[in-house]
């Protein structure tokens, strides 16, 4: 479940249970209202129920959401291992073809199984639809004009700046959905060491 679908749902659950709580408090200031006076006497009777209902379901959402964040991670560790099977082929000094293979397998692999995360944008009942994280796709187009038997370096040189390109694109949207913030205590200095010396307190 996206960011995008779980607020929507959670402004959905948040306003019914507002409306709710408008309809008890009218029924409870109308209460010379027969009909009203029975409203708030249901409401009143409900309440637990409705609160044990509502729980349950966010307690579902919540959980779908972790499921959801979880496929993400393993899908973004395979994109990386991806990466680096590729980086790896390309400044090897003398790949073999049986390298090259091994790498667009595991390119491949990882494009399709992009699709147990995310369905593709526009797709319906009669259209297919486009894959929703194109440049996977440009680092299989760029590592495919290599020669598996006899690339060179300058060939895989180029290559890779391919790669690296397509790789930045996907990590910068791609990456949006785990809401990640700055750290607290960054070291943003280079060359930095340990500040606590040796020694304890007695």
Request: hydrophobic share 40%; glycine share 4%.
């Amino acid at each position: 479940m996206t960011r995008r679908r779980q607020n929507r749902i959670l402004r959905i659950v948040v306003a019914v249970l507002v409306g709710f709580i408008a309809l008890s408090l009218l029924s409870k200031i109308n209460d010379d209202n027969p009909r009203l006076s029975n409203l708030y006497e249901f409401i009143k009777d409900s309440s637990l129920l409705i609160a044990t209902i509502a729980v349950a379901y966010l307690a579902n959402i919540y959980q779908r959401r972790q499921n959801f964040l979880d496929s993400l991670r393993e899908q973004w560790r395979e994109i990386v291992k991806t990466k680096g099977a590729l980086l790896y082929y390309c400044k090897t000094s003398e790949p073999d073809a049986g390298q090259y293979w091994k790498a667009f397998t595991q390119l491949s692999e990882c494009i399709d199984n992009m699709r147990i995360v995310y369905a593709n944008v526009g797709e319906t009942n009669e259209l297919i639809g486009a894959y929703p994280f194109e440049p996977l796709h440009d680092m299989r187009r760029a590592f495919e004009k290599l020669d598996p038997a006899a690339s060179t370096a300058e060939d895989r040189a180029l290559v890779w700046e391919k790669i690296e390109q397509a790789f930045n694109a996907i990590r910068e949207k791609f990456l949006d959905e785990f809401d990640i913030e700055a750290p607290s205590k960054p070291i943003l200095k280079r060359g930095t060491g340990r500040t606590k010396v040796k020694g304890a307190r007695v």
